[in-house]
């Protein structure tokens, strides 16, 4: 986004990207092949994070068994009024991408009839997911909450809370310190592919 205006500080976050890329060449994913064949998901948003236009970021991981095949960092399209509805936005991003690939897992011979679990680390979020009565402050998001409710109503998803410490997608919408980062990336099965074993 900041191609047609690049700033000094632009070029610092690029640069500190370039060397974390030189110093882990070897930092990959294993798929195992004894791995379930069950999809969950993680979804997280960053709530009026762009600093220029004010939108929030959305993000999420899909895991088949214990290995990421799935992850998305993009901006909502519109402006959220509250945390939740941007974490609500998220939910239903997340939402798509586990109901395609429990379509392309079909297509496959895989069946998936058992719900997919969403992590959400809003309670507020998950509240408007699981309550079929709209309020006022929720008829801008209507759309979103009919799809929602209607996929958890047939059973196809089955969002549940995660403490905001053990939220995987955190890696995708904010600035973790070292330990953190690394924590998560362990626990997405990333790890150096040439390190001896």
Not at 129 to 142: D, L
């Amino acid at each position: 986004q900041f191609l047609q205006e690049p700033r000094h500080s632009h070029w610092e976050a690029a640069l500190r990207v370039v060397r974390f890329l030189k110093l882990h060449p070897g930092q990959g994913l294993l798929l195992r092949s004894n791995s379930s064949l069950h999809l969950t998901a993680y979804c997280d948003a960053d709530w009026a994070s762009c600093p220029l236009t004010r939108r929030s970021l959305t993000a999420y991981f899909v895991f088949l068994g214990d290995s990421p095949i799935s992850w998305q960092t993009k901006k909502q399209h519109t402006v959220s009024r509250s945390s939740a509805e941007a974490e609500y936005r998220s939910l239903a991003s997340t939402t798509c991408e586990l109901k395609w690939l429990k379509g392309l897992l079909a297509s496959l011979g895989v069946p998936h009839s058992s719900p997919m679990r969403i992590y959400c680390d809003s309670q507020s979020a998950l509240h408007l997911a699981h309550n079929p009565v709209f309020h006022e402050r929720t008829k801008h998001i209507e759309v979103d909450c009919h799809f929602v409710r209607d996929e958890i109503r047939r059973g196809i998803i089955l969002p549940q809370f995660v403490s905001s410490s053990h939220q995987l997608a955190d890696i995708l919408t904010k600035a973790l310190g070292k330990r953190s980062f690394d924590d998560i990336l362990c626990k997405l099965g990333i790890s150096d592919l040439h390190a001896s074993t």
